[in-house]
């Protein structure tokens, strides 16, 4: 089987689409465009896929619904922007899948949401409850809640975990280039395209490193090259295509190499890990020996307290920590077993005293392997 072969054979598609693509470069929404778009989905809907849609745009559609010309810097003005301009979107979704008499559902994520294992649970559910009923759910970041901070801040992160999240065979970021190129085409007008990789390909970094964005986007290239890896961890393909060539979503279809297709080419971890491995928001630190490295990394073993160096941060029991080596690289993350102050009393401690030097034994095991992902 071809590589291409994957889109024209997938039934289940994350697309995202950017904010320079939807809004006509902050003009406003383009109603024709969106009908071309429409119209190539209800292609793939008619022919049994199933489409979950990430719409970015709401802040460009918003200053251009308020008349604003300048992008504000201060947060509640983006976020007042974008509640002006969620309503222009899923407005025009809605009417767009009408005339085909298919429904669309508004669905509004936080990164906390999707960390929150009980929260993430049910919008996995609902997602999964939308899908085989025909509706077209159409995601966006919760802007109005979100801090600076805890943002996914790029939309293509958010479509990987969504195309995570409902286990999608793959995500297609929409944008205003052909593809990736191996420099930005904006800055270098001799840049090639890549028409084929793999998502772990670490030569794809120097490709997109300070590389820029376009004016409305957010992330550029280097996010959807993350968005690309987070996405192979479930098993989905990536493909980066231009949203301005024509029909460009039923030539991909049809096994056309159109835009960058990135392949997974790591295991498929299974859904709690993925969920572990989307965390973008850790609480701590451990920094392991280089013995305790080697048995994580080769030997897929658990993490004991008598490999650990250092305890770093404030965390609880069952929180989501990070793995690192002595010059902080992380090799894994996973739900620590004991809280910050415990798990500090218990640097360098062999299992068998544990019990003694805390008073109680919990888990011999500092992060179980079951709770932990290699990074
Ligand atoms: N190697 C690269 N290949 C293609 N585009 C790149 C590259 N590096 C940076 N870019 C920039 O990324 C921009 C697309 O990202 P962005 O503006 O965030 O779009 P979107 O809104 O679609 O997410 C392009 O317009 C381009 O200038
Ligand atoms: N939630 C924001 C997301 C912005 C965003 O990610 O934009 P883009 O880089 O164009 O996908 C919005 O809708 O404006």
């Known amino acids: 089987m071809t590589e291409r072969q994957r889109i024209v054979e997938a039934r289940r598609l994350v697309v995202k689409i950017g904010s320079a693509l939807l809004t006509d470069d902050g003009r406003g929404l383009s109603q024709s465009i969106l009908t071309q778009w429409v119209d190539q989905l209800m292609v793939w809907k008619r022919a049994g896929v199933e489409i979950v849609l990430v719409s970015s745009g709401s802040v460009a559609e918003g200053m251009s619904r308020l008349g604003w010309l300048q992008r504000p810097e201060h ?22 899948f009408q005339r085909y008499g298919s429904h669309t559902a508004q669905i509004l994520l936080t990164h906390d949401d999707l960390s929150d294992r009980k ?34 801040g790029d939309n293509d992160t958010l479509g990987a975990l969504v195309a995570n999240l409902v286990e999608a065979d793959g995500l297609i970021l929409l944008t205003d280039q052909e ?53 192979a961890r479930s098993g989905a393909f990536t493909l980066i295509a231009g949203g301005r060539m024509e029909a460009v979503l039923t030539r991909a279809r049809a096994g056309e190499p159109v835009g960058t297709l990135l392949v997974p080419d790591q295991e498929r971890l299974d859904a709690r890990k993925q969920w572990m491995a989307g965390h973008l928001r850790t609480r701590g630190r ?12 080769e030997g897929g073993r658990s993490l004991l307290p008598v490999g650990v160096r250092r305890v770093e941060g404030a965390f609880r029991r069952g929180e989501m920590v990070s793995c690192v080596d002595e010059q902080g690289r992380e090799v894994a993350r996973g739900l620590v077993s004991y809280d910050a102050a415990e798990a500090r009393q218990l640097v360098g401690c062999p299992s068998e ?23």
């Not at 085989?132 to 805890?150: A, I, L, R, S, Y």
């Not at 270098?188 to 490193?209: F, K, Q």
């Open 286 to 297: 451990l920094v392991l020996d280089a013995g305790a490295v080697r048995v994580l990394t």
């Open 119 to 152: 929260r993430y649970l049910n919008a996995r559910s609902t997602l999964r409850t939308l899908l085989p009923m025909g509706v077209v759910p159409v995601v966006n970041e919760n802007d109005t809640v979100v801090t600076d901070e805890f943002r996914f």
């Open 353 to 375: 005293q544990i019990a003694e030097r805390l008073g109680y034994l919990q888990e011999e095991e500092l992060i179980h392997r079951d709770n932990m992902v290699l990074v």
């Open 75 to 96: 947060v509640h003005e983006l976020q007042a922007a974008a509640a002006v301009g969620q309503m222009g979107l899923v407005q025009a979704w809605e009417a767009q």
């Open 179 to 231: 593809g990736l190129y191996d420099s930005d085409p904006r800055r270098n007008p001799g840049a090639a395209l890549i028409p084929e990789a793999h998502a772990s390909d670490e030569r794809l970094d120097a490709m997109v490193a300070g590389g820029g964005r376009g004016a409305l986007g957010s992330g550029g290239m280097a996010t959807k090259v993350r968005a690309a890896r987070l996405a």
